[in-house]
C-alpha cells in the first residue's frame, strides 16, 4: 500500500501527464495500480478526450473509463497478441520488455483504425507497477498508402492511358503508338483514336524559328533515342486552327522488345502570355524610372511644370493613351469637388474634344467613380458600363475608357490622375495599376514638394531651408525606388518582378513617412514627437534601412559592412520606424560625404543591461571628408551646416541630425561624432530599450529539422565563418566551415554532400560561382542547396545562376537573414515575418464573434477577406448608433468589436461610451481601427473606453495580436 505522499505525487505526475498531452493534442490513456495489482477494482483507467475522439466518440457515456472499453474493441486477429505484449510490459519488474506495437480498434462506426501504441509503467523501488500511461497515434493513412505503393507499378500502364495532361509515346518512325485522355482534347480531337490518326498532319511546315517543323521533329525524336532524354520547344495546331506553344521534354522508356520516346508537352500558352505581361510590366517600371529621375533633375531653365508635362508624357506614351490629366480636390467646395490643374495630349489625343484647364467636377451630382477616388481605390472602367451621370460627363470629352489612380497626401484625399483612351475600351490589370499608383505617388509628392517651396520662398529664409531639407530627405527613398525599378525591369521572371515591386513599395512607404516627419517639424521642435514603442527583430529593421541606402553606396563602389555583436538582443520594445530614421539618416550621411571605393561600417553593440533594460550602442564609421572640431559644434542644430561649402557641394540644410538628436534623445540615449577633418567619421549613439521576449531559434520554420541538417560555409574571412557557424549553432544546426574551395572539395569528397552551402563569391584560387560548378557536378546522395552572398550581385548574376546557384544573399549578412535563407531553401514559408496570416490564423477563432463597425464598405470588406478561413464569424454596423442597437439587443452575442472614429450620425467614440454605460457588456473589448494614428487620437479612444488601437492602413500581423490577446 503507498503512503499518502507518494499516492499524491503520483496523482500530480497524472495531472501533468494529462495537461501535457492534452496540449499538445496527443490521444493517451494512463491507469494508476492500486498495490501493484492491474486487475484490482480500484485500478481506474482514464482515456482522453482525443483518444476518444479518434475513435469517434464524444463522452465518457459513449466510452466508459475502464479496460473493457478497450479489449472489447480489439480486432479478434489481434486481440491475443496485444493483452500478451502489454501483460508482459507491465509485470517485468525489470523494465526491459518495451510496450510499442502496431493493432487495430474499432470505431464507433464499426470501422477499424490501425493505431501504433506506446507505453511505459512507473514502478517503485522493488518495480512494483505504480501507474501505466500510454499514448497511441493513428496509422490507417500510412497503411493505406504503403498499400497502395505496392500496387503502383501494376497501375503504370494505366495512369499513363488516362493521365490528366499531354502525354504520348512514340515509336522510332515518329508514329503515335498512345496518348492520355487529355493530351486528344488539348488539340480538340474527339477521341484518342482521332489524335493518332490526325496529329502529324496537323503539324504546321515551318516553326516560327524558320526551320522545317520535320527536321525539327526528327532531330529532337533522334536525339531522345539516342541519349534517353531530350527537350525542345514546338508548335503545333489544333483542329481549330489555333497555333499553341508547347514545352516537350522526351524520355526513352523500354517498350516490348525495343525503345520508345513518351513525350511529356506542357501547354506554354499562359507562360507566353505572362511573358509578355512581365515585359509590359519592364516597360512600365522603366518609365517609372524616368518618371522619378525628371522630378529630380529639376534645375536653372527647365521649370517645374515643364519636368511635370514631360512626366505625364512619358506615362502616356508608355500606356498609349490619348490623355493624362491631373486634377486636385478643392476641400473647401466639397469632399469630391475635382478642378483641372494639369493636361497632357498626345498627338491623336489633340484631334478629341479638348478637356478646358481648371474646369471642375462638381460635388453635386457627382458620379460615383468620384465616391470611390476619395475612398482611395482607382477607377478603371469603360464608359459605357459606368452610370448615366458618369457616362454624360465623360462622353462628352469622347472618352471610352479611363483609368483615374487617387492622389492622398497625409492620408487626405488630394485627387488624381486620369489616363483618358478616346479610341479604344481597355482595362489595365492589377500590376498596371500598382506600378501606377506608384507613379502617381511621385507626382504628387513632387508637385506638392513644388507647391510648399514656392509658398515658403515668399514666407522667409528659414522654411525656405525647411523646405530644400525635405528635397534633400526625399531622396534616399526616391532613389531607392528608381534603383529597384531598374532590377525589376530587368527581371527575367515573374518573382523577380514582385521582389522589385515589393521594395519599390517598402521604399514609398518609407517615403511618406519621411515626409511627414518633415512637415511635422513644428511638433518636433515644440517636443511633441512620441514614440510607438513596439516589439520588433533589430536585423529585420536593419535589412529594411540597407535596402534604401545600399543601392547608392554600390553606385560609387564603396565598400559597406555592418555587424551585430551575439550579445545584442535579436528583439527588443521599441519604435522600430524612428530607430531605422536615425540609423537611415547617419548611413545615408556617410555614403554621401564618402569618396567613391570608401569604405562605411556599421556596428551594434550591447553597452550594458540591467533588469531587461538594454543600453545599444550604434557606430556608423567612414572613411570620408571629416569633420573638423569647429564644425561639429553646431552639427546638431536644425538647418545648420558644417559649413557653406558643404552645402554647395553635397546639397542638404542639416535637419536630418537635429531630427536623429531628437529622436535619440527621447529613447533616452545620447549622441555624438568623432572626427577630424580629412580622417573620416565615427558617429555614436545609445538608446535604451526593454529586452524582447522572441527569440532566434523562433524564426527557423517548425519544418525545418535542424538537428538533421548539416551546412557547409566556406569563405576565406575567418571572422566571416565563424559568424555563420555561430548563428547555426544558435538554432541547433549542425555546421562545418572551410577556408576556400579546396578545402572544401576536399570536405565533401570526405563527407559525403552537405545539406547547405554558403559560399563566398570572391576567394582567392577557386571562386565561389566555380565552386558551386563542383559541387553540382558531383552531386549524389541528396539534392543540396547552395546559396552565395557577395557585395554585388548584379554583376554575377546570370553567370551564378547559370553556375546552378540556388540562393543568394546581398552582404552585409545578418542572422535572421540567414536562417530565413534555410527556410526559403527547404520550400518553406519565409521566417522574416512568421506564418503568413492565413496560415497563422487558420480555424484558430471558430466559434468567435467579431463586430465591425465601419461607415466605408471597401473597408469592411477589407478586414472580412483577411480574416477569412480563421474560423471567426463577423457582423457589421455602418455606423455609432447601429453598432449600439445591436450590442444592446443581444448583449453576450459579441466577442471583440472593432471599432472606427469617424463615421456619420454617431462616431466611433460616442458609441463606445454608450456600450460601457451597458452593465451587461461592460468587459466586451473594443479596439479602434481607425486612420487617425497621432498620439491625440489614440488618446482620446482610450479615454472613451476603447481598449486598443489599430492604424489604418492595417497591418496582419497586428490585427492577429489584437485577435490571440482578446479571444484566446
Not at 494512463?30 to 485500478?43: E, F, L, Q, R
Not at 515626409?515 to 513644428?522: F, K, R, T
Not at 554585388?792 to 540562393?807: L, R
Not at 461610451?913 to 487617425?932: E, S
Request: proline share 3%; charged share 25%.
Amino acid at each position: 500500500m503507498l503512503s499518502g505522499s507518494a499516492q499524491d505525487s503520483i496523482a500530480q505526475d497524472v495531472i501533468q501527464y494529462r495537461q501535457v498531452n492534452d496540449a499538445l493534442g496527443v490521444a493517451h490513456w494512463d491507469m494508476i495500480v492500486i498495490d501493484g495489482d492491474t486487475a484490482n477494482p480500484a485500478s481506474k483507467v482514464t482515456w482522453s478526450v482525443k483518444f476518444r475522439q479518434m475513435l469517434g466518440f464524444s463522452s465518457e457515456e459513449d466510452f466508459p473509463n475502464n479496460i473493457t472499453s478497450w479489449t472489447g474493441r480489439l480486432h479478434p486477429s489481434d486481440h491475443d497478441r496485444v493483452m500478451s505484449a502489454i501483460t508482459l510490459h507491465i509485470n517485468d519488474r525489470t523494465g526491459q520488455t518495451p510496450y510499442d506495437l502496431e493493432y487495430r480498434l474499432m470505431s464507433k462506426t464499426g470501422g477499424y483504425k490501425y493505431v501504433r501504441a506506446l507505453g511505459a509503467t512507473m514502478r517503485d523501488g522493488e518495480g512494483v507497477p505504480l501507474w501505466v500511461a500510454g499514448i497511441l497515434e493513428d496509422i490507417t493513412d500510412k497503411k493505406q498508402m504503403r498499400e497502395q505503393m505496392r500496387e503502383t507499378e501494376d497501375r503504370m500502364q494505366l495512369m499513363l492511358k488516362a493521365a490528366p495532361f499531354v502525354v504520348s509515346m512514340w515509336n522510332r518512325n515518329l508514329t503515335p503508338i498512345d496518348c492520355s485522355l487529355d493530351t486528344a482534347n488539348v488539340f480538340g480531337f474527339t477521341s484518342k483514336q482521332e489524335f493518332l490518326d490526325r496529329f502529324v498532319a496537323l503539324a504546321p511546315a515551318v516553326q516560327p524559328d524558320g526551320r522545317l517543323t520535320a527536321d525539327v521533329s526528327e532531330e529532337a525524336f533522334r536525339a531522345a533515342f539516342e541519349t534517353g532524354f531530350h527537350r525542345y520547344e514546338y508548335w503545333h495546331y489544333t483542329t481549330g486552327g489555333d497555333l499553341i506553344p508547347l514545352d516537350v521534354p522526351l524520355i526513352r522508356i523500354r517498350y516490348k522488345d525495343g525503345f520508345a520516346v513518351v513525350a511529356y508537352a506542357r501547354d506554354l500558352r499562359e507562360q507566353k502570355a505572362m511573358t509578355a505581361r512581365i515585359e509590359r510590366q519592364n516597360k512600365l517600371l522603366d518609365t517609372l524610372n524616368q518618371t522619378a529621375t525628371t522630378l529630380l533633375s529639376v534645375h536653372d531653365g527647365v521649370s517645374f511644370e515643364d519636368s511635370l508635362l514631360e512626366s505625364m508624357g512619358l506615362i502616356g506614351r508608355c500606356v498609349d493613351v490619348d490623355r493624362v490629366l491631373i486634377w486636385q480636390n478643392d476641400d473647401n467646395s466639397g469632399p469630391a469637388f475635382n478642378i483641372l490643374r494639369y493636361s497632357w495630349l498626345s498627338d491623336i489625343g489633340k484631334q478629341y474634344t479638348a478637356v478646358p484647364a481648371g474646369l471642375s467636377l462638381p460635388s453635386g451630382g457627382v458620379p460615383e467613380w468620384l465616391d470611390a477616388l476619395a475612398r482611395g481605390e482607382c477607377v478603371n472602367s469603360v464608359i459605357s458600363e459606368i452610370s448615366p451621370d458618369g457616362h454624360t460627363v465623360m462622353s462628352r470629352y469622347e472618352i471610352k475608357s479611363v483609368t483615374m489612380i487617387p492622389l492622398f497626401w497625409q492620408d487626405r484625399y488630394w485627387g488624381f490622375i486620369s489616363l483618358d483612351d478616346c479610341r479604344q475600351e481597355r482595362i489595365f490589370s492589377k500590376e498596371d495599376l500598382d506600378i501606377l499608383r506608384s507613379a502617381g505617388l511621385m507626382i504628387v509628392n513632387a508637385l506638392l514638394h513644388h507647391v510648399m517651396i514656392e509658398s515658403v520662398h515668399a514666407a522667409n529664409e528659414a522654411k525656405s531651408s525647411f523646405l530644400a531639407n525635405m528635397s534633400h530627405e526625399m531622396r534616399t527613398p526616391l532613389n531607392a525606388i528608381i534603383g529597384m525599378t531598374a532590377i525589376g525591369k530587368g527581371a527575367r521572371d515573374i518573382n523577380e518582378m514582385q521582389y522589385a515591386l515589393g521594395k519599390i513599395e517598402d521604399a514609398s512607404a518609407n517615403l511618406l513617412n519621411v515626409i511627414n516627419d518633415v512637415l511635422d517639424m513644428s511638433k518636433i521642435e515644440a517636443n511633441k514627437l512620441e514614440l510607438s514603442p513596439a516589439e520588433f527583430n533589430i536585423e529585420w529593421m536593419l535589412q529594411r534601412v540597407v535596402s534604401v541606402v545600399n543601392f547608392r553606396m554600390n553606385e560609387k563602389r564603396q565598400i559597406f559592412d555592418a555587424h551585430v555583436d551575439v550579445k545584442v538582443p535579436h528583439f527588443i520594445i521599441g519604435d522600430d520606424q524612428r530607430l531605422a530614421q536615425v540609423v537611415t539618416n547617419l548611413l545615408a550621411n556617410a555614403s554621401k560625404f564618402t569618396p567613391p571605393n570608401g569604405s562605411i561600417h556599421l556596428a551594434v553593440s550591447l553597452a550594458g543591461e540591467l533588469d531587461g533594460l538594454c543600453t545599444l550602442r550604434f557606430e556608423v564609421t567612414d572613411s570620408g571628408i571629416g569633420i573638423s572640431k569647429e564644425q561639429q559644434e553646431n552639427l546638431f542644430h536644425a538647418f545648420s551646416q558644417a559649413e557653406s561649402g558643404i552645402s554647395r557641394t553635397y546639397g542638404g540644410t542639416g535637419l536630418g541630425l537635429a531630427l536623429c538628436k531628437r529622436i535619440v534623445e527621447l529613447m533616452d540615449g545620447e549622441i555624438r561624432v568623432e572626427s577630424e577633418s580629412g580622417q573620416g567619421a565615427r558617429f555614436i549613439f545609445t538608446i535604451k530599450a526593454v529586452r524582447g521576449k522572441r527569440r532566434l531559434l523562433s524564426l527557423l520554420s517548425p519544418v525545418v529539422k535542424g538537428e538533421e541538417l548539416h551546412i557547409l560555409a566556406v569563405d576565406d574571412d575567418e571572422f566571416m565563418r565563424e559568424y555563420i557557424k555561430g548563428v547555426f549553432k544558435h538554432v541547433g544546426i549542425r555546421c562545418s566551415v572551410a577556408s576556400d574551395a579546396a578545402e572544401a572539395l576536399r570536405m565533401i569528397e570526405e563527407n559525403g554532400d552537405y545539406d547547405l552551402y554558403f559560399i563566398d563569391w570572391l576567394m582567392p584560387g577557386m571562386n565561389g560561382i566555380e565552386l558551386t560548378k563542383h559541387i553540382k557536378a558531383r552531386e549524389r546522395s541528396k539534392k543540396s542547396f547552395v546559396v552565395l552572398f557577395s557585395g554585388d550581385w548584379m554583376v554575377i548574376k546570370q553567370e551564378a545562376f547559370k553556375a546552378g546557384v540556388d540562393k543568394y544573399m546581398l552582404k552585409p549578412l545578418f542572422s535572421t537573414a540567414i536562417i530565413e535563407c534555410v527556410n526559403e531553401c527547404l520550400d518553406v514559408e519565409s521566417a522574416r515575418q512568421g506564418e503568413s496570416f492565413m496560415e497563422a490564423a487558420h480555424g484558430q477563432f471558430a466559434g468567435k464573434r467579431l463586430l465591425i463597425v465601419e461607415d466605408i464598405e471597401i473597408n469592411r470588406e477589407i478586414v472580412i477577406l483577411l480574416l477569412n478561413g480563421t474560423g471567426i464569424e463577423i457582423d457589421e454596423a455602418e455606423n455609432g448608433l447601429e453598432a449600439v442597437e445591436m450590442i444592446e439587443a443581444c448583449p453576450g452575442k459579441y466577442d471583440l468589436v472593432f471599432m472606427d472614429m469617424q463615421m456619420p450620425i454617431m462616431d466611433g467614440l460616442e458609441a463606445t461610451r454608450r456600450i460601457r454605460a451597458l452593465p451587461a457588456v461592460k468587459a466586451l473589448p473594443i479596439i479602434a481601427m481607425t486612420a487617425n494614428i497621432f498620439k491625440e487620437d489614440i488618446d482620446k479612444c482610450f479615454a472613451a473606453g476603447m481598449d486598443g488601437h489599430l492604424g489604418k492602413p492595417l497591418d496582419m500581423n497586428d490585427m492577429l495580436a489584437i485577435l490571440r490577446k482578446y479571444l484566446l
